[in-house]
């Protein structure tokens, strides 16, 4: 994944002036010791901050080791404003963690009060107006302080990557999908940059690509990828060349972003001026760390970028899609798995799904699309999809969102893949997620969401949850248990 951040951690201890010093020193140490031992890398600042001045040195050794992400360590009860500061200075992501009591013996002289710090840290924060990261239980002992620095880092990799991301953007969003026309000026309270484009710019570079000497070996690595999933070898040269385009595009247009990704229109006037179907090569780009949405899905594409940096690894965008008939559920998922039938869908898309993600990828055509585009005979501008079973396991349903009053909302829903034949076309699996039914009710059609979801594939929702919240997003919607009612639930039912 070359297209996220790599974050490089430090950690700086605190300490009020008229605690001991050493206590900090000591357990700064202990807590690198515990995070090295389990694998973690992070740069340990030698100063420790009492005031103002020590805040500005320990800045100092921070930046000049490269450090993006920081742990601000209270040793002690820990010196508020400094502290604090040290926050609002550094200017990355910050993340607060506490000490706790070792054992009896501390209690005599050498007790740290960190437990009381962290309230009048958090406090501080709050003052400076500051955005920072504090574990859902935030004081702890060494061992348990590396696992809190560990579970930052997915955190800061995403926000690191939002601020030097780059959206492009190919066509109008189409008029048939209204629910991927969402308000941009979200994106720019984010720091996230977006270049809209239109499709004949993205058509003129392709058609400048033609006869680049690189597209037959980049079919060559497709052909061999899809493997005995080449079904359609014909239309390979021309998905390369639209690739090259892509890659070209973003190097020539990145501009002062370190990141970038794609929103593109994907039917039906693209099939007929270019020649193939584009899902193929979304699947591919995302695979590499470079989502590429369809129906110029920003928010789309931006809930999968940020996917990416949470669990780094590949992730897909579906349509919630359809429901599991009677039939289907009643033979492979009733008294086999934990779900009523309402608590089961089907998720979708035409083949963007990257095929590390599939049971078995194949190249196939856009079925929809043919009927109306290509309706006789063999399929030709409709190829291009990837299409095959989704891997079972646990996945996690998710969107960031602008929602028409301009503000960002976001839902996380954790669940999983069911190992069911789907028995349908294009990149397809059935997903069962808890509550389905009032989440569906009372999340996605009561909050006005549209049709695409993110898919990260793993449990990543206590991450994306701390995510959603250092972004400012106040509503953050899950899929609630039985017995705790949404406020539009009827309880009467």
């Avoid at 031992?37 to 050794?61: P, W």
């Avoid at 996917?307 to 919630?320: N, R």
Wanted: proline fraction near 6%.
């Amino acid at each position: 994944m070359k297209n996220i951040p790599e974050v490089r951690l430090g950690v700086v201890a605190v300490s009020r002036d008229c605690f001991p010093i050493t206590l900090s020193h000591r357990r700064r140490t202990e807590v690198v010791a515990a995070f090295r031992k389990a694998g973690g890398e992070i740069f340990e600042a030698q100063t420790i901050v009492e005031n103002e001045n020590d805040a500005l040195k320990a800045l100092e050794e921070v930046r000049a080791a490269g450090v993006n992400a920081l742990v601000v360590y209270l040793g002690n009860f820990g010196p508020e404003g400094p502290e604090t500061l040290l926050a609002q200075e550094f200017g990355g992501p910050v993340m607060f963690a506490a000490a706790a009591e070792e054992n009896v013996a501390v209690l005599t002289s050498d007790r740290g009060d960190a437990y009381c710090g962290m309230l009048n840290c958090s406090y501080n924060v709050g003052l400076r107006g500051l955005k920072a990261y504090i574990p859902e239980y935030p004081v702890g002992t060494p061992n348990e302080v590396s696992a809190m620095i560990a579970e930052f880092i997915p955190i800061a990799r995403t926000l690191l990557g939002l601020r030097s991301l780059k959206i492009f953007s190919f066509g109008p969003r189409p008029f048939d999908f209204l629910a991927c026309n969402a308000p941009i000026a979200p994106l720019f309270k984010l720091g996230v940059n977006i270049q809209e484009n239109s499709e004949l710019d993205l058509l003129e570079a392709y058609k400048a690509h033609e006869g680049d000497a690189r597209i037959p070996a980049l079919a060559e690595e497709m052909a061999a990828e899809l493997g005995a999933g080449n079904r359609y070898p014909g239309v390979l040269p021309r998905l390369a060349q639209y690739e090259i385009t892509l890659l070209d595009w973003a190097e020539q247009n990145r501009g002062a972003a370190e990141h970038v990704i794609f929103a593109n229109k994907c039917w039906p006037a693209f099939e007929r001026a270019f020649g193939f179907v584009p899902c193929y090569v979304n699947s591919r780009l995302t695979q590499r760390g470079i989502p590429v949405s369809c129906e110029v899905d920003i928010y789309g594409a931006l809930s999968e970028y940020i996917g990416v940096c949470v669990t780094g690894h590949s992730v897909t965008l579906l349509d919630i899609n359809n429901t599991v008939p009677a039939e289907m559920y009643e033979k492979s998922i009733q008294g086999k798995f934990p779900y009523d039938l309402k608590e089961t869908f089907m998720g979708f898309h035409c083949g963007n799904t990257p095929i590390e993600d599939l049971e078995e990828g194949r190249m196939g055509y856009q079925l929809i699309m043919k009927r109306s585009l290509e309706p006789d005979g063999e399929p030709d501008i409709t190829r291009g999809t990837l299409e095959g079973a989704i891997k079972h396991g646990p996945i996690t349903f998710f969107r960031l969102q602008g929602n028409a009053e301009s503000r960002l909302v976001s839902y996380i829903a954790q669940g999983e893949v069911l190992p069911v034949n789907p028995q349908s076309f294009g990149g397809i699996g059935v997903f069962a997620i808890s509550q389905m039914n009032r989440f569906y009710r009372h999340v996605l059609v009561e909050k006005r969401y549209p049709h695409h979801g993110a898919v990260a594939f793993g449990s990543a929702g206590k991450a994306l949850f701390e995510v959603f919240k250092l972004l400012g997003v106040e509503d953050i919607s899950f899929n609630q248990p039985a017995g705790m009612l949404y406020k539009t639930e009827n309880p009467f039912k």
